[in-house]
């Protein structure tokens, strides 16, 4: 159109072009504000993932610990029937189902074990194609499960130790026992101690009352009537039989 001197035609020709720069401009612009929101929102949508990673390992120190709350709430549910409540007997069955849900957050050690056996395969493979950048991060990868196990290996080693010490303490509470006139607390593990404690008391039963002394005869006696059923927590030979 310049060469043929129609300005008029060059300038509508040039006018058409640079709309159609501008709309081009426009819709990269475009495509890229779509761009950036899409990359906004897929970190938006990590971070949330993270924080929701956050939340279930502050509620549950370990997969053993998960086990555990799991474990009591099965037992809520049986109590829950047994009693006809049905209604919170279905909540407890709504609490199970969530939580077993956490289970694929938290996997047994032997889970991650394999996993870490896979890992170290991959490892090996990528070192022997000298694929070293894929190595360095499969052994991060590796330092982190290890450090995991570790960490729940140690969680149920104290979880083992507790339950132990708690079945010796309520072993050991169990043990019949008797506060005696000066306020020691005696207890008995075996049937020949009690026999003799019972004996010894009814000794004392006999003396106070030869000298008159009911009061304490009578503190005696609620002594032998106390060890006396204590008998049912200690059974003889014969009774065992």
Not at 20 to 38: T, Y
Not at 53 to 64: L, M, Q, T, V, Y
Not at 141 to 162: P, R
Request: no cysteine; charged share 35%; proline share 1%.
């Amino acid at each position: 159109a310049v060469s043929s001197r129609d300005f008029v035609g060059a300038s509508s020709k040039q006018a058409a072009v640079t709309e159609a720069k501008q709309r081009l401009e426009e819709a990269l612009e475009m495509e890229g504000l779509e761009k950036d929101e899409e990359n906004e929102k897929d970190v938006e949508a990590n971070q949330n993932e993270e924080n929701n990673d956050k939340n279930i390992e502050a509620k549950f120190a370990s997969r053993a610990d998960l086990e555990a709350q799991i474990s009591a709430a099965k037992k809520d549910v049986d109590r829950a029937i047994s009693e006809k409540d049905f209604q919170n007997a279905s909540v407890y069955q709504e609490k199970i189902d969530e939580l077993e849900r956490y289970r694929v957050q938290f996997p047994t050690v032997k889970e991650m074990e394999t996993e870490l056996s896979s890992l170290e395969k991959d490892m090996a493979e990528t070192i022997k194609n000298k694929d070293f950048v894929n190595a360095g991060s499969l052994s991060d990868k590796i330092d982190k499960l290890k450090a995991k196990i570790n960490a729940e290996l140690e969680t149920e080693q104290n979880e083992t130790k507790e339950d132990q010490s708690e079945d010796a303490s309520q072993e050991k509470s169990s043990l019949p026992s008797v506060t005696t006139l000066d306020g020691t607390v005696v207890e008995f593990t075996t049937r020949a101690q009690l026999e003799n404690s019972i004996k010894e008391h009814e000794n004392g039963v006999q003396d106070a009352a030869s000298s008159k002394d009911f009061t304490k005869a009578t503190q005696l006696q609620t002594i032998v009537d106390k060890l006396v059923e204590s008998r049912k927590a200690l059974l003889s030979l014969s009774e065992l039989e």
